[in-house]
């Protein structure tokens, strides 16, 4: 089984230390914070030897050359955002995988909140860590892409096994949760999110992963191929759809 080891850092992202028992290989999952990455590894004792990077931006990458500084790790990022990554080892787009022990894991195509945003799906496992292209209940803002784009790259993420844990790079969801009730009031799935939403919060505890099936219920941006929430903002076209309800929560 391999271990997810998630922990606080910066104001409010989460990092993730991937890590596979039988070959004790361990994978950074973006690096936000380098000096707290390499305190957990060591806290677990942990090895790090690779790094993910799902986009550019530097609360994602920028502690790449740090990591790597110390531990010589191998870093893997996504093509189409090479000249902005910082001691990228290998460049992966669409359909390419990557490793972790003899475990496989698909990089898919999620740009739309930057260019090249990558996600890494291990089927095997359960889980896709997604970045910032998705998240409990929202999704990244548009900094780069078009509508079709991103539509395009939450179709790929929706079309996952439903059982999936997407592994969000931010705590975001409860503002995330007052704009989706106001997007779709009338939902009773995500009136009881809410409420564990709430739970969560007051005890402490993340709000991620969160689990595909419960998003596809739940979250507005992937339920813009939905008639009713075509009705409300877009009318029969999911990718303007998706449009409106991104405009939207850039203004609420």
């Not at 110390?70 to 910082?86: F, L, M, S």
């Not at 999911?238 to 405009?247: E, G, M, N």
Request: with cysteine.
């Amino acid at each position: 089984m391999l271990e997810v080891h998630q922990f606080p850092c910066l104001s409010d992202n989460y990092g993730y230390l991937l890590h596979d028992p039988v070959s004790e290989e361990t994978v950074c999952i973006d690096t936000p914070d380098a000096d707290e990455y390499l305190r957990q590894a060591g806290h677990k004792g942990w090895q790090i030897t690779q790094i993910w990077n799902t986009h550019w931006h530097p609360d994602h990458a920028g502690g790449n050359e740090a990591i790597k500084a110390v531990t010589g790790c191998r870093i893997t990022a996504p093509a189409a955002e090479a000249a902005k990554i910082a001691a990228a080892d290998r460049l992966v787009k669409q359909g390419d995988t990557v490793s972790i022990g003899d475990r496989k894991g698909m990089v898919l195509d999620v740009g739309g909140h930057t260019l090249g945003h990558v996600a890494y799906h291990l089927p095997g496992a359960g889980m896709a860590f997604v970045g910032d292209s998705l998240f409990a209940l929202g999704c990244g803002r548009m900094f780069e892409g078009t509508p079709e784009q991103f539509w395009t790259s939450l179709k790929r993420l929706k079309a996952l096994p439903a059982e999936t844990m997407l592994y969000c790079a931010h705590e975001y969801t409860q503002a995330n949760l007052r704009f989706a009730l106001h997007a779709d009031p009338e939902n009773a799935d995500l009136a009881a999110y809410a409420v564990d939403i709430k739970k969560c919060r007051e005890a402490g505890l993340p709000t991620v992963p969160a689990k595909l099936e419960r998003e596809l219920k739940t979250n507005p941006f992937l339920r813009a191929d939905d008639p009713a929430m075509q009705a409300r903002w877009g009318g029969g076209d999911a990718i303007a759809t998706f449009a409106a309800l991104r405009s939207a929560k850039d203004n609420f």
